[in-house]
């Protein structure tokens, strides 16, 4: 008797009763046909077994609703209880899940769901996975352990493997049972394989997508991989016949004629969509030689004697001190030689210099010396130009006041220049004959 396509994976399923669901397509879509997900689903218990196979979609379901009862205080048999629940998972004994395992779980009233596609490596190496439970209202936690049991595949990996790009849903909606049979459903209808797996699921967000705006009821996207034992569809190709690639160019929606088989519930981007066919690639792995791991033999090793010979430093110390000194102090007498010992002299400065400006330096040297000492006997008279001269109101000439007598501040713009005390004497210039200072 001839297995039906989704037997690929039945032995597990059939005796760990991980897979879940059966659904019937509607004629309006895939046509009439029982579809039996092939994907591995299974419910969380403490320290369960599962058996994935190697390249095969894993998904397994962590839900609230088991871990609702190990939180005290416990809820009466009909008691409804509506506890936050987040999960922790990781390898038993490391800080994070494998690399090919991932995790997602939108708020902490939904299921998480761990999912990924298991890699040949890790065939028939046990992956215990620690998984942690913390009710957010109670802070109580419950800790049970998933044991992942790789299989390994025959046809793995398939030869046709086409990825998908669906813009109208999230990863965790894309992880459901039934939407993940419908998706495979409306494929195998396109497609015509014997044998139809889904490979892996990636949301958008981790190739590098932006978040979406929360409007219109947006989605991330998710790109679903799928796997087949027959060459592409005349219509999958499509996509790669010039007119559709100009229009992907173009940011157009290229013309696939199969589009309406997944545009009722899917959104494919067909410009995003990657045929890869492994029977035409080349492989470019080379065989790695490995040697014995011994290096060449060098002889045996000498370690330095105990009894080491004494050195004498003190030449060592004299060629490192006392040369600098010396040469800095030859620099240090040959500066001072031309500081002191190379100066000319006030007196031949002066006969060098010409009378006139002599006499211009000497008259400066005399009014700065003035200022100075003006600037320190704070009695003398006020300059001529900021004393009264006449009364502002009557017009007649005021006497001079004395400095004591009011303050500097109250003091008037202008005053009397008629017998002044502390008078500074102007000396007059002599109009005949040379004068110096």
């Known amino acids: 008797m001839q297995l039906p396509w989704w037997w690929e994976l039945g032995d597990p399923c059939a005796w760990t009763g991980q897979c879940r669901g059966t659904r019937r397509m509607s004629p309006a879509t895939t046509g009439t046909f029982l579809l039996t997900v092939y994907t591995i689903f299974s419910k969380v218990h403490s320290d369960r077994n599962v058996y994935p196979s190697a390249g095969v979609l894993f998904v397994h379901v962590l839900e609230r609703e088991y871990f609702k009862g190990e939180f005290p205080p416990y809820p009466k048999p009909g008691e409804i209880s509506n506890d936050p ?23 902490p009233y939904s299921d998480g769901v761990l999912y990924g596609s298991p890699t040949a490596e890790n065939v028939g190496k046990p992956t215990v996975i620690e998984i942690t439970a913390y009710n957010r209202r109670t802070f109580e936690t419950a800790r049970h352990n998933l044991i992942i049991n790789i299989m390994s595949a025959e046809d793995f990996p398939l ?24 998706f495979l459903g409306a494929v195998k209808n396109v497609w015509q394989p014997e044998r139809l797996n889904a490979i892996n699921i990636t949301s958008a967000l981790d190739r590098g997508g932006r978040v979406p705006l929360p409007i219109n009821d947006m989605k991330e996207g998710v790109y679903v991989m799928v ?47 990657s045929l890869v066919d492994k029977t035409k690639q080349v492989s470019t792995y080379q065989e790695v030689i490995r040697g014995e791991g011994i290096l060449p033999d060098g002889g045996e090793y000498k370690p330095p004697s105990d009894s080491l010979k004494s050195r004498d430093y003190y030449t060592d110390f004299l060629i490192t001190l006392a040369v600098p000194s010396a040469v800095a102090l030859v620099l240090f007498l040959i500066l001072a030689y031309i500081m002191c010992c190379r100066r000319e002299g006030v007196e031949k400065r002066n006969m060098q210099t010409p009378d006139i400006q002599l006499v211009h330096h000497s008259a400066i040297q005399k009014s700065t010396k003035e200022l100075r000492d003006m600037s320190k006997n704070r009695e003398i008279a006020w300059p001529l130009s900021t004393l009264p001269v006449f009364h502002p109101v009557t017009g007649e000439i005021i006497p001079p006041l004395h400095a004591d007598s009011y303050e500097s501040t109250n003091m008037p713009l202008m005053q009397t220049q008629q017998n002044l005390p502390h008078q500074t004497q102007i000396p007059q210039q002599q109009t005949t004959g040379k004068w110096y200072p």
């Open 85 to 107: 629940i987040t999960f922790n998972t990781n390898l038993m004994g490391y800080p994070d899940r494998p690399g090919w395992l991932r995790y997602i779980q939108r708020t």
């Open 227 to 273: 796997g087949a034992d027959v060459p592409f569809s005349s219509c999958l190709r499509e996509v790669e016949n010039p007119q559709n690639q100009l229009r992907c160019s173009q940011e157009m929606e290229p013309v696939i004629t199969c589009d309406k088989k997944f545009r009722t519930q899917f959104h494919i981007d067909w410009c995003k969509i």
């Open 159 to 182: 030869p046709y493997q086409a990825e998908f790009f669906i813009k109208n849903m999230n990863v965790e909606e894309m992880l459901a049972s039934e939407v993940l049979g419908d």
